[in-house]
């Protein structure tokens, strides 16, 4: 290890030695150009070729420093997982591949810092028994997961404007006491600036509207008579009854939100109605989601029994376009997509 350390020393000062050279040389080629401008080309042109072939020779000793250089460092985040100084900043001049997503490359870069916006926090925070191991493959599976992401936006017509992070942003300094105690607590808790931040919200913007254009989602209202659980034959036939009776004036003409007002036990809908909002997969009972998504816009479903109770359902929308759940789609797509791991966390 420390042998790798004092290579890349030896390389930097090597490396500036040249510099040095070549910015001598373009001070060198000034000074012939207005010399030329003079009428003194001719007896010139020696010294332009000797400086030309200098240059030739730091050029290729140049590129092949660099090479070796690119090289060894790659080594040395590839086999020997080094997280140094040295390998994080050439990690931002050369984009060594993290892993790569249906053509779509996640950098080391971008991976080193998200795990050091993670372990500042954790280290700020003063907490103990981080798996850091389980850490690495979460933030790992993040970014696979921001550019298959990325890849079906284009698909799906999804975009996030700058005045959507804008807006968002602001969002965050109003509820946060204001922009400067925003930046410094980025700062002391993650070791964030505005720009790493804002492209933060941006994936979480990007999920976001992917979330409500994708996956098939309801809005539904219903009625419930509630039956708790162990309840005897006779209390569920008894909400049974009811529900029956109010689905009988359904079909008569009544109103479902005047229905639901008077006759739903859902405290939290209700008071609206019987309004659910829209919904997706995964976020109702499963029996509840089953009828949901099964009845026809604008259709009352039949009574039926969940773990809650008796229902009726009326569906008012219907939007999206892959019935199942946003997380099951994005794991359909992760095994579905060619993803080549070029760093084993």
């Given at each position: 290890?420390?042998k790798i ?8 000062q ?5 510099v ?10 000034a000074?012939l ?7 003194e080309a001719?007896?010139l ?7 030309a072939?200098?240059l030739?020779?730091?050029i ?8 070796a250089f690119?090289?060894?460092v ?5 086999k020997?997982?080094i997280?140094?100084?040295?390998t994080r ?11 790569i ?18 372990t500042k ?7 103990t ?5 389980t850490v690495?493959?979460?933030?790992m599976d993040q970014l ?19 005045s959507d992070?804008t807006?968002a942003?602001?969002d ?11 930046k410094?607590?980025l ?12 492209q ?8 976001q ?21 162990g ?23 009544a109103?479902?939100?005047?229905e ?5 036990e ?7 109605g019987?309004d659910?909002g ?5 976020q ?7 009828i ?6 604008g259709?009352?479903?039949?009574p ?6 008796w229902h009726l ?28 791991k070029?760093?084993?966390v």
């Open positions: 290890m420390e350390k004092l290579f890349f020393v030896v390389a930097w090597f490396i500036k030695k040249i040095q050279i070549v910015w001598r040389f373009c001070l060198q080629v000074g150009i207005k010399k030329i401008r003079n009428g001719l007896e042109h020696p010294l332009v070729g000797i400086w072939n200098r030739f020779k730091g290729f000793v140049l590129t092949l420093l660099i090479f690119g090289t060894a790659g080594i040395a985040i590839y020997y997982k997280n140094d100084v040295v900043v050439t990690a931002r001049v050369i984009p060594y591949p993290a892993t997503v249906q053509g779509r490359i996640v950098t080391m870069d971008s991976y080193y810092r998200n795990y050091q916006y993670i926090f954790y280290s700020s925070t003063q907490q028994g981080v798996d850091y191991g690495k493959q979460q933030i696979v997961d921001n550019e298959v992401m990325k890849s079906q936006a284009k698909k799906y017509g999804v975009t996030v404007t700058s992070i807006n942003y602001s965050v300094v109003t509820q946060n006491g204001g922009e400067d105690e925003v410094k607590v700062n002391d808790l993650y070791g964030l600036n505005v720009a790493d931040f804002k933060l919200i941006a994936d979480q913007i990007l999920q509207k992917l979330q409500d254009a994708v996956p098939v989602q309801v809005r539904a209202s219903h009625i419930l008579i509630r039956v708790d659980q309840a005897t034959d006779k209390q569920v036939a008894d909400a049974k009854t009811k529900i029956d009776k109010v689905a009988a004036d359904l079909k008569s003409g109103d479902f939100v005047a639901a007002k008077q006759y739903s859902d405290t939290g809908s209700a008071t609206n019987g659910l829209f919904f997706s997969h995964g109702m009972d499963p029996d509840f989601e089953k949901a998504f099964t009845t026809s816009v259709a009352l479903s039949e039926f029994k969940t773990q809650f109770g359902v009326k569906v008012l929308e219907k939007k999206g376009q892959v019935d199942t759940s946003f997380a099951d789609w994005l794991t359909s797509l992760r095994k579905d997509s060619l993803i080549l070029m760093l084993k």
